[in-house]
């Protein structure tokens, strides 16, 4: 079945870097893109970045832009969020999100979503 | 950026009960607009996507409609599972942005 597990969250001092993954499964990983959502605790929902299929392009909230990096190894069907210069506020559960697959005609926004993995910045 | 403005932040109801939470975009978003549950220590689960959009699997009490700039969720005969809090999210154009929440508490 589609499926999406993040991993790599952790505790980390602020100032520092920290990478969370997210392996795909049961779907044509490399035709989709792939979104990166957070939620701090007692908060709501924010969009933190995206990449195309391809990786070629990529898009990020201003609260994370010049500090994290999102990127992606289809042969891996795996896509990163590269964590750099943490702050206190950045605190959250991660959650990646399958997107749109537009070569596929595929337009469902995020439709899938992972367990989420906790990045603790203290 | 364009904002999410949901109402009411949070309502009370009973089993059974017709549920509606009203979406508002502070531009025209065309249908590029979602609807998503979360529940404490749960993934967030997609329900609409392109305004009224049914995402496999979801029951067909969920429903969304609206345009422009005004969106809705309805939710009939609300269900035990069904509480929780709920997203708007438009994805019309970057950064996308997500509605700040309603919840739904048991009366």
């Known amino acids: 079945q589609v499926q999406l597990v993040e991993s790599g969250g952790g505790v980390v001092q602020p100032g520092r870097s920290l990478r969370v993954s997210c392996a795909a499964s049961?779907?044509?990983?490399?035709?989709?893109?792939m979104h990166w959502v957070r939620q701090a605790p007692g908060k709501g929902l924010e969009w933190v970045a995206d990449?195309?299929?391809?990786?070629?392009?990529?898009d990020y909230a201003d609260s994370v832009k010049g500090r994290f990096i999102i990127s992606r190894d289809n042969s891996k069907d795996t896509v990163y969020l590269q964590m750099n210069r943490l702050r206190v506020e950045d605190a959250a559960v991660y959650y990646c999100?399958?997107?749109?697959?537009?070569?596929?005609?595929?337009?469902?926004?995020?439709?899938?979503w992972g367990q989420g993995t906790t990045v603790i910045v203290s | 950026d364009i904002q999410m403005t949901q109402s009411p932040s949070s309502l009370s109801a009973s089993v059974g009960d017709r549920v509606t939470i009203s979406c508002r975009a502070s531009q025209g978003i065309s249908n590029f607009l979602a609807w998503f549950q979360a529940r404490p220590g749960k993934a967030p689960k997609s329900l609409i996507y392109a305004v009224s959009g049914l995402q496999s699997g979801v029951p067909s009490r969920f429903s969304g409609s609206g345009s422009g700039t005004d969106f809705t969720l309805t939710i009939s005969d609300l269900q035990p599972e069904d509480f929780a809090t709920y997203y708007c999210q438009q994805y019309n154009s970057y950064p996308l942005t997500f509605g700040g929440g309603t919840k739904v508490e048991i009366k």
């Open positions: 999100a399958r997107g749109q697959a537009a070569r596929l005609g595929y337009y469902r926004g995020m439709d899938v």
């Open positions: 049961g779907f044509t990983f490399s035709s989709y893109e």
């Open positions: 990449i195309s299929y391809d990786g070629n392009n990529k």
